[in-house]
């Protein structure tokens, strides 16, 4: 008997071709499902007459380990690994045509329960955000709530990630994922862990923002009055935005 190689093993799909595989690492998308910014791809080479997809799901991961996935053409044998899908506007990104054939991806979720993928302004960039104004929470109960769902709180990095929040918003009030609970004054995005820098203070808060008013303000909103963020209560009951992450070239 022919031993499978421990790509083969780790990293073929879940597709009913390829599901004799133990562990997963692309199954099939449809490509409708992740509009409206995709699919764009950025791609490596192509590679032509691969006799089926278990095969350039092997020639991907050999070739190219960082992919997040591949295009195949079963009639042409073309093999597309992709570096990843991206917006419109990221350089070097082309539409996937019905001609580049079945399009795999590493997430077989991508996007989706509610979720919307969303081009950051004219980056390239993009972000996988669900608004929900239909049952506001408290900062902890929205935290909680964004990770049953796979995501955090949303993170709110740059001047486009803001405008971007600022098109989905409805209502006045929606948290994202900044606080200082653990050590006042050091604010936290949930998202990654970092530190708010300094920059991202005076570009995305309001003026004399955040100032712990009263000293109990430790975590972050977004306000629609001011289209900026504001620190508040973590007690208040309000929107809030989930973001799931996407990987990154």
Not at 96 to 115: A, E, H, K, M, R
Request: proline share 5%.
């Amino acid at each position: 008997m022919t031993r499978m190689s421990y790509l083969e093993k780790f990293w073929c799909a879940a597709t009913p071709t390829l599901n004799r595989y133990a562990n997963f690492r692309f199954k099939t998308t449809d490509p409708s499902s992740l509009l409206p910014y995709l699919p764009n791809r950025i791609t490596s080479a192509l590679q032509t007459n691969i006799a089926d997809a278990v095969a350039c799901a092997r020639y991907t991961v050999t070739e190219l380990p960082s992919s997040q996935g591949f295009l195949y053409n079963s009639v042409s044998g073309q093999c597309c690994p992709l570096l990843w899908l991206a917006g419109a506007s990221a350089p070097g990104a082309l539409p996937v045509q019905p001609s580049d054939g079945i399009l795999y991806l590493t997430t077989t979720d991508l996007c989706n329960n509610g979720f919307q993928i969303m081009e950051i302004g004219t980056t390239g960039e993009l972000a996988c955000l669900r608004y929900i104004n239909t049952s506001p929470k408290n900062y902890a109960g929205a935290r909680t709530h964004c990770s049953s769902l796979g995501a955090y709180l949303v993170s709110v990095k740059t001047v486009e990630k803001l405008q971007l929040v600022q098109n989905i918003v409805t209502g006045d009030y929606s948290w994202t994922g900044l606080d200082d609970i653990v050590k006042e004054g050091e604010y936290v995005w949930a998202i990654s862990g970092d530190l708010v820098t300094n920059q991202q203070l005076n570009d995305l808060f309001k003026s004399g923002e955040p100032n712990n008013a009263g000293g109990r303000e430790d975590c972050i909103e977004y306000y629609s009055g001011s289209g900026l963020l504001n620190d508040a209560s973590c007690n208040d009951v309000v929107d809030y935005i989930c973001e799931i992450p996407l990987p990154t070239l």
